[in-house]
């Protein structure tokens, strides 16, 4: 494919993509194949001469087509959102267009400094606290900074290597103990968690091999300050050593958020690294109205959250802050002399390697900057807006058929509901309904739903209830779909209730 045939199909390819998109209410929201499929149908090796773009295209639509659950819906409320626009889109093409691996400030100057510009900017648009900004007012370089990660998951591994730098630091600076002690106390090191953090805080402790302190949340799924300090203690009279917790600013099941400010007292008095996880919910602090929630990230030592989520930006674009980069740098630099670093003044030269596990990064920033620019501020404020007044008129509907009960508070994109047990007491001999017959109405109406596959969602177990979870943030999402999600959700629910 020379650059006159790639001018020639890559119109097509814009084309095709367009069309999936205005089209993609007249498609199934998930996929329907059985595991295997793919295998059946397909060669069992790599063609040996080359094939033609039309004979691809025609697989792609027969073949991979059929296996894609189709996010991009406006009728797909599983999960989180991971939203998608062609801004952005056109961001990822140039990306690719530059294919540079942007290690170090040498590699491309623009890849590094874009980000540190671009970081800034988000950091500015959500209000964080200026600690949390490379560039400070006078222009010159600050403590802390902005780095794109590939996913929340990443960021929750950096910022438990740089804690346990930040531990290992102090622990020596005491003079209790030589280096080589230190060091050998990391397997008495302790990450804590409550049973509502995102998985990924588990898997970064099972990476770097310390020990875990999952906290059982309080009745309103919130992780603290007096579970935590009691974990604390028993833990340190035990020998071990606390040095990480992470705080949630909108948790997967329920977006509940911790008591941060309270963790952040925690964490200071103990010399904890404290880590807010804002993977969903942090685009909505976008909207100055929602910041009096995230009271107490001031106080952290890392954010994170996901603008591949809700805030318009393809997959992927993790934005992750330090407020000191120093030990975020210092457990992960290593010099080589094929890796140069640039002498002088450094304040726009950061070696972002450092900042991430992999060496290697893409040119992610490029499309964070279509997004912020083509959409502006307003834009994006009223992308989050939209969601939550959706979210909120769900739920009021819901409440209003009288056979739901809302699990959690309604307060950004996520409505987490379950028939109430005095919807499935179809005997009036008792008032008592088996807690099980309700949990497998609720399990069954997920089902139905997903069979039904006009919208799809996904269900969940909160403290021993299974509850419903319907996610509002599709990018092409309208007031249309919510309707339609609510027409399904009440009709299937009379069907399964009619059917205990």
């Known amino acids: 494919m020379d650059a006159s045939e790639f001018r020639k199909r890559g119109k097509e390819v814009i084309d095709a993509i367009a069309d999936y998109y205005e089209g993609l209410d007249q498609i199934p929201p998930m996929s329907t194949v059985k595991p295997g499929y793919l295998y059946k149908i397909m060669p069992h090796e790599a063609p040996e001469e080359p094939e033609s773009f039309d004979d691809i295209q025609s697989d792609l639509k027969e073949k991979i087509m059929p296996g894609i659950t189709h996010w991009q819906s406006g009728n797909f409320f599983g999960w989180f959102p991971s939203n998608s626009s062609f801004p952005a889109m056109i961001g990822d093409m140039y990306s690719t267009m530059f294919d540079v691996i942007g290690f170090n400030w040498i590699c491309s100057p623009a890849v590094t400094e874009l980000e540190t510009v671009v970081m800034d900017w988000l950091g500015k648009l959500i209000g964080l606290d200026k600690r949390f900004l490379s560039i400070k007012d006078d222009g010159t370089e600050g403590a802390g900074g902005g780095v794109i990660q590939g996913s929340a998951s990443e960021a929750h591994i950096v910022a438990m290597i740089a804690g346990r730098e930040m531990a290992l630091e102090r622990i020596k600076a005491d003079g209790k103990v030589g280096s080589d002690e230190a060091n050998a106390l990391c397997h008495k090191f302790v990450a804590y968690f409550s049973d509502q953090t995102h998985s990924s805080g588990q898997k970064a402790a099972n990476i770097i091999g310390c020990r875990t302190r999952i906290i059982q949340s309080d009745k309103d799924f919130r992780l603290t300050k007096k579970s935590l300090m009691a974990a604390i203690e028993e833990d340190k009279s035990a020998g071990l050593v606390p040095f990480f917790v992470c705080g949630t600013f909108g948790t997967t099941n329920t977006t509940a958020i911790d008591d941060l400010v309270g963790i952040a007292d925690v964490a200071e008095s103990e010399r904890l690294w404290y880590h807010v996880d804002a993977a969903y919910a942090g685009a909505a602090l976008t909207c100055p109205e929602f910041r009096p929630l995230a009271a107490g990230i001031e106080r952290a030592d890392s954010f994170n959250f996901n ?164 996610a509002i943030g599709s990018t092409i999402g309208k007031q249309e779909h919510v309707e339609n999600l609510l027409e399904v959700v009440l009709q299937l629910t009379s069907n399964v209730i009619d059917a205990i």
């Not at 070696?351 to 501020?377: C, E, I, S, T």
């Not at 404020?381 to 739920?395: G, P, S, T, Y």
């Not at 009288?402 to 307060?411: D, S, T």
């Open 307 to 470: 603008a591949h989520k809700w805030m318009l930006t393809n997959f992927d674009c993790s934005a992750m802050w330090v407020a000191d980069s120093k030990h975020l740098v210092n457990a992960l630099s290593i010099h080589r002399e094929y890796l140069p670093r640039v002498k002088g003044d450094t304040s726009f030269v950061k070696d972002y390697r450092d900042w991430q596990a992999p060496l290697g990064r893409r040119f992610r920033a490029l499309k964070l900057w279509y997004v912020m620019r083509m959409f502006g501020a307003s834009g994006i404020r009223a992308h989050i807006r939209n969601h939550v007044k959706q979210a909120k008129w769900l739920e009021e509907k819901l409440i209003e058929d009288g056979r739901f009960e809302i699990i959690a508070p309604v307060v950004f994109g996520l409505v987490v509901f379950r028939i109430k047990p005095n919807a499935v007491n179809t005997s009036r001999d008792s008032e008592e309904v088996d807690p099980d017959v309700v949990n497998k109405a609720n399990t069954d109406l997920v089902k139905a739903i997903q069979a039904d596959n006009r919208v799809f969602l996904v269900g969940t177990k909160i403290k021993g209830n299974d509850v419903v979870r319907a």
